[in-house]
């Protein structure tokens, strides 16, 4: 069934987007990009309405992408392989785009992303139906002259992902940017405001420092999206990875997350928003503290204990996105005195995760001063970071009858108590997390 043109606004220009995804995903991986199509059809949606997006492989080779490529509701079309690197996408984008044009009139432009020269007589073809062509495909040679001379406008994907400075060529000619109204001079943007640490409301800054100092010397590749969109999908990888028990990855993921992020507030960009930011920064410390104190590093992870229940005080939505956290990450941050000196952790029946008025009761049950000096020292730096939490633990103690033990505690030396059903891990807490050292975390 074919639309007619008087039932679309004439105003309106309508898109068909065809991408050689194989194409593409060489240039991905030659420029260590990991890919984000929102971004792309966010680009051309400033072109006009696509009508058509339609992406083109031999999909088992690329099942990685498939998730994010149904989520922005782009068709799949599968093509086989009929030689060892090689497949008929090409064709197939071919004849797809031209009985395109020909049954759906209203479509304006057509949008090839790939830099293969088997695109031009397409164009042209194209141009003979009265279209636009635009074409999209990697810089330099890997975009074919005969495919860039033949579209009415050629951008790199550099641009569109907004990897590098922006370069355009229409017709063969190199273009900086996109030239000024006759008679007006190129506005010179007036650059950013500084960014300042103080402006973000996140809090007392004294317990964040830790995670300011890893955000702000987390290094990013050269290629590194600056969006939102980006820090989003980052931050998505991330809690896949911890899904997966791959908590090395897991770190890094949710790190990257936050310093795109920092890097979106610090240029303005409108879509960045505080909020998140807390959110990855909480997330970041959920899993760096669980690291930490697999490492045994005790002391460095209680900072990224601190950390996330600051965090939680400045912004109830913060609390509402990670309140599953919450009571493993109090449970993790007073039971770490047990690691600390060599004591087994307590648990329930069944290995059932005790709560944090439980462990605090076994600590007092156990009645060793080394442990109950340590405890209370913890008690003591979450009031100062997060009153809200340590007062509810409090009640929590009092409900169950723990608070009269520690009130009467003695100074009788007991010696070094272990509650017998030690082992630490259940089904109702998260995993703690691997050294950073194995092999299956340190994957890229």
Not at 30 to 47: G, H, I, K, Q
Not at 138 to 144: K, N, Q
Not at 175 to 194: H, L
Not at 264 to 271: A, S
């Amino acid at each position: 069934m074919s639309y007619e043109p008087d039932s679309f606004s004439a105003r309106t220009q309508y898109l068909a987007v065809y991408i050689d995804f194989e194409n593409l995903a060489i240039w991905a991986h030659d420029e260590s990009v990991t890919l984000y199509l929102n971004d792309l059809l966010r680009f051309l949606a400033r072109r006009g309405r696509i009508a058509v997006k339609q992406a083109y492989a031999n999909w088992k080779n690329f099942d990685e992408y498939r998730f994010d490529m149904t989520l922005n509701a782009i068709d799949l079309v599968q093509v086989y392989s009929v030689g060892q690197g090689k497949n008929r996408a090409d064709i197939r984008i071919a004849l797809d785009a031209l009985e395109a044009a020909m049954v759906h009139p209203h479509l304006t432009t057509f949008v090839i992303v790939s830099g293969d020269s088997d695109f031009g007589p397409l164009a042209s073809k194209l141009h003979k139906y009265g279209k636009r062509v635009i074409g999209i495909g990697p810089p330099g040679e890997r975009s074919h002259r005969l495919f860039i001379r033949a579209c009415d406008e050629f951008l790199f994907l550099n641009q569109v992902f907004n990897l590098k400075p922006r370069r355009v060529e229409t017709n063969g000619q190199h273009v900086e940017d996109e030239p000024a109204p006759d008679g007006e001079q190129p506005a010179e943007a007036a650059p950013p405001a500084p960014f300042v640490l103080d402006e973000i409301p996140l809090g007392d800054p004294e317990p964040l420092r830790v995670l300011w100092q890893d955000i702000l010397t987390c290094e990013l590749s050269e290629n590194q999206p600056l969006t939102s969109l980006a820090a989003q999908k980052l931050a998505t990888e991330a809690m896949d990875a911890r899904k997966n028990r791959r908590f090395g990855l897991s770190v890094r993921r949710f790190l990257l997350a936050n310093r795109v992020l920092w890097e979106c507030l610090e240029q303005r960009q409108p879509e960045a928003q505080v909020s998140e930011l807390r959110w990855y920064m909480a997330s970041y410390a959920s899993v760096r503290a669980g690291q930490l104190l697999n490492r045994k590093e005790y002391e460095l992870a209680r900072d990224y204990y601190l950390s996330f229940f600051s965090l939680l005080q400045v912004d109830g939505a913060v609390r509402s996105r990670v309140e599953g956290l919450v009571k493993p990450m109090l449970v993790y941050y007073l039971g770490s005195t047990y690691r600390e000196l060599g004591l087994r952790m307590p648990s329930g029946f069944q290995n059932r995760l005790l709560t944090p008025a439980e462990i605090s009761g076994k600590v007092l049950e156990q009645q060793d001063p080394q442990l109950r000096e340590r405890w209370e020292e913890l008690l003591g730096r979450l009031e100062r970071v997060n009153g809200d939490v340590y007062r509810q633990l409090l009640e929590n103690m009092e409900a169950l009858g723990v608070a009269e033990d520690w009130d009467e505690f003695g100074e009788e030396e007991n010696g070094h108590g272990v509650y017998e059903n030690a082992a630490y891990e259940s089904r109702e807490q998260p995993a703690p997390l691997e050294p950073a050292g194995n092999p299956q975390e340190d994957e890229p």
